[in-house]
């Protein structure tokens, strides 16, 4: 993921980036690694393997950061920082995802701008189960603002963590064996992906 990253910011020229499951917290160690210092007391370390922000990830971004190829870096995954841990009622995960849209219809978007966010905030339609239904993230953007582009990853085969678990992909043989964008329809797109590498940060 972080490659994919470099390469749309570089070569594509998105000059602002978004991420989501992180909050604003962890600005503190993303300014610390652009300093080359990791200070690790300044994170939730378990941050690394339930989150897209890997390790690696944040390595890229400050990188970026420091290069000048990102303008702004904006957190919009404020939900966890304003939970109320004696809450009788848990809030729903619906009001996390109505807050991911707005905290990005709040962002500038006069610049080119890259929006990282997990599958499940990126479901381009309604997902009912039962009488439940999941309106992601992106469903929400897209009422207010419906030319909103969507690149889905879709990986060949390979690892990846995400949830404090790992993930087994299966080979897709019916993929290539090389990087490739399918056009799905105007905003619709797929970024194929020979392989999928799982990260975990491993303490010595």
């Not at 990253?5 to 980036?17: E, N």
């Not at 904006?74 to 809450?87: C, G, H, R």
């Amino acid at each position: 993921m972080a490659d994919i990253i470099h390469t749309q910011v570089k070569k594509l020229g998105h000059k602002t980036i978004k991420a989501i499951e992180a909050s604003p917290a962890i600005s503190n160690f993303i300014n610390s690694v652009k300093t080359n210092s990791y200070d690790f007391s300044l994170v939730d370390e378990d941050l690394f393997d339930s989150s897209i922000l890997s390790l690696e990830m944040i390595k890229t971004i400050a990188i970026l950061l420091q290069q000048n190829q990102l303008k702004e870096l904006v957190f919009i995954d404020t939900f966890f920082d304003n939970l109320d841990e004696d809450a009788i009622i848990p809030p729903s995960p619906q009001e996390r995802e109505e807050q991911l849209a707005k905290n990005i219809l709040r962002i500038d978007d006069s610049l080119p701008t890259l929006c990282i966010m997990g599958q499940w905030h990126t479901q381009p339609k309604v997902v009912k189960n039962g009488e439940t239904q999941h309106k992601s993230a992106l469903y929400r953007l897209r009422k207010t603002k419906p030319n909103v582009q969507f690149i889905h990853n879709i990986y060949r085969q390979g690892q990846l963590f995400n949830d404090g678990k790992i993930i087994e992909l299966p080979k897709n043989p019916t993929m290539p064996p090389y990087y490739e964008i399918v056009q799905k329809t105007d905003i619709d797109f797929e970024l194929h992906i020979p392989k999928a590498t799982k990260i975990s940060l491993y303490k010595k």
